[in-house]
């Protein structure tokens, strides 16, 4: 019930923030300045874990939004394909083909659910003495 939950708002979320006018092809052009999508990909690259999809994940992905968007998001193989639906079906992205399943497989990866508990621990590099 509580990662359906997650998975909704996450849902709901990126709904928020997506450029809804997104082009429904990928060589038409987008509502996105050419210029902000140069410098959404450049730093997404800088920002993306490696890996065997990072380009197809910016390609594709990038196109409409900033990869912040991505990288604030977890969920599970199955939570990112409803994301990559709900997209399709309502945001204009366009069919992924064969690519789908190496896009899914790189997001479940690396921005898979965390349990993390009530907090992530501190870390201290310095400790200093309170007078």
Not at 103 to 123: C, D, H, M
């Amino acid at each position: 019930m509580k990662l359906s939950y997650r998975i909704l708002a996450s849902i709901y979320f990126v709904s928020m923030l997506i450029v809804s006018a997104c082009s429904t092809q990928p060589d038409k052009p987008s509502p996105i300045p050419e210029k902000q999508i140069s410098e959404f990909k450049n730093e997404a690259r800088q920002v993306l874990p490696d890996g065997e999809a990072k380009e197809l994940v910016i390609n594709n992905c990038v196109h409409c939004h900033s990869h912040l968007l991505i990288t604030q998001n977890q969920a599970t193989g199955e939570g990112w394909q409803s994301m990559i639906v709900w997209m399709q079906e309502t945001q204009g992205l366009w069919p992924l083909g064969q690519n789908e399943e190496a896009i899914v497989a790189y997001l479940a990866k690396n921005f898979a659910p965390q349990s993390t508990g009530r907090r992530i621990p501190l870390v201290v590099e310095e400790w200093y003495e309170l007078k």
